[in-house]
């Protein structure tokens, strides 16, 4: 099993930045692909961010503010989001895609999320 725990979240003025970490603990070797997504109130849970072996990609509302990455040494993914908006409210959750044993296929973990407010 992988744990995934995120932190970091708050509340903030906009223009400000935060930076939220995901741990993560188990095998984390077959972890191949972390993502972060955001869940503002009342809408569904959007993919904002992804890393896999080194390439990220970014949804368009965080295109040049937010950067993803993954320090494997600390076994932690990073967002770090600068220039934050009021639409940027929300809940915001560490993804991973874990590789099984050849043949089983993958599986996905989630955490528990972590909450950011941006006010205007």
């Known amino acids: 099993q992988v744990q995934l725990v995120e932190s970091g979240g708050d509340s903030v003025d906009a223009g400000s930045s935060l930076r939220l970490s995901c741990t993560f603990r188990g095998p984390v070797e077959r972890i191949y692909s972390m993502s972060w997504y955001h869940e503002a109130p009342g809408e569904r849970r959007e993919r904002i961010a992804e890393?896999?072996?080194?390439?990220?990609e970014y949804s368009d509302s965080v295109q040049g503010r937010f950067t993803i990455s993954r320090d494997n040494s600390r076994n932690t993914l990073f967002l770090m989001m600068n220039n934050l908006r009021p639409e940027d409210t929300g809940v915001y959750y560490c993804?991973?895609?874990?590789?099984?044993?050849?043949?089983?296929?993958?599986?996905?973990?989630w955490g528990r999320g972590t909450q950011v407010t941006v006010s205007s």
């Open positions: 890393i896999e072996h080194g390439h990220t």
């Open positions: 993804h991973a895609w874990y590789l099984r044993d050849p043949g089983e296929g993958t599986t996905e973990f």
